[in-house]
């Protein structure tokens, strides 16, 4: 195994896990900014109202985009495998 490959990997291994994080990454994010506005408009502190629909919102993602992130996970590791006698010489 070369240096070229390893970093190949490394970089795909990478991209693929940012690709499958960002739908709840971003859907926290959104939901959080929502609810700041809306305490800072309505000045309620309550801390409660900043991590539950974070946390509901967050778990919808996952549920929503669970297929898509496995496809995207199974597109990375399938020819992982499939080529790993190559990748160990």
Known sequence: M???TVVNLGREALIVTLLTAAPMLLSGMVIGLA???LQSVTQ???ITLTFVP????VMLAFVVFLPWMMSQVL?????LLRGLDTIVQ
């Open 2 to 4: 070369d240096v070229d």
């Open 35 to 37: 609810i700041s506005l």
């Open 44 to 46: 309620i502190q309550e």
């Open 54 to 57: 974070k946390i509901v919102v």
């Open 75 to 79: 597109g990375f590791v399938q020819p």
